[in-house]
């Protein structure tokens, strides 16, 4: 009887709970950036953990738990939203949110999905888990105003609006990558575009600054 206990398959047990719910966490992320809220099974999270589906609902509440763990897990990640300022002055710093965005593709895709099915994972329940995003997006503008002050970007753009405008700089060929192949004529996955557009960047906010 020992040895068949010893034997029971690993996702029917569960030694380390903490271990458990990084497992599932990672899972999750993989199937959510794959399939969105709507098309991830709790069953195929709960295979690609190795661990019992049972355990998703124990330690989230469910799919929807889930979710919500996963994206305040990485929010409060080093490269988190992909939106945080890399760190130093412009323009400098611009290709930094491309780097970062471009180590975490499943990020990328999850917030795509979030996009598209915001009512399936929201509901009425939308304002939920807001507060720290908003929060968080203030720290940014505050670092966009900071850089008006010190000359490296223009001081009479709104904050918020140059905000926006610096992501999408960086991030398009990432989240766009057919329409920046087409544009370009190169395949925007290879370094060799990595390197051009990095180069792009510093170039684009060096003109911003007085």
Do not use: C
């Not at 020992?2 to 030694?15: F, L, Q, V, Y």
């Not at 271990?19 to 295979?47: M, N, P, T, Y």
């Not at 290709?95 to 975490?104: I, K, L, N, Q």
């Amino acid at each position: 009887m020992i040895a068949t206990r010893d034997r029971e398959p690993e996702r029917n047990r569960e030694r380390n709970p903490e271990r458990s719910r990084e497992r599932i966490v990672g899972a999750a992320l993989g199937e959510f950036a794959a399939k969105g809220f709507a098309g991830a099974r709790v069953a195929d999270i709960a295979r690609r953990a190795g661990l019992n589906k049972q355990l998703i609902s124990h330690h989230f509440g469910g799919k929807l738990g889930l979710y919500r763990a996963v994206m305040n897990r990485r929010r409060s990640t080093a490269g988190g939203e992909m939106a945080g300022p890399p760190g130093g002055p412009m323009p400098e710093a611009l290709p930094g949110f491309y780097d970062r965005a471009s180590a975490d593709p499943e990020w990328i895709r999850v917030l795509l999905w979030e996009t598209l099915e915001r009512n399936d994972v929201h509901g009425t329940d939308h304002a939920r888990g807001l507060d720290e995003r908003v929060e968080r997006y203030r720290g940014r503008l505050e670092w966009i105003r900071d850089e008006q002050a010190a000359g490296r970007l223009p001081d009479d753009l709104d904050a918020d609006l140059l905000f926006l405008s610096l992501m999408g700089a960086a991030l398009y060929p990432l989240i766009l990558p057919m329409v920046a192949e087409l544009v370009s004529g190169e395949d925007p996955t290879t370094e060799a575009f990595a390197r051009r557009h990095r180069d792009h960047l510093v170039a684009l906010a060096g003109r911003l600054g007085r």
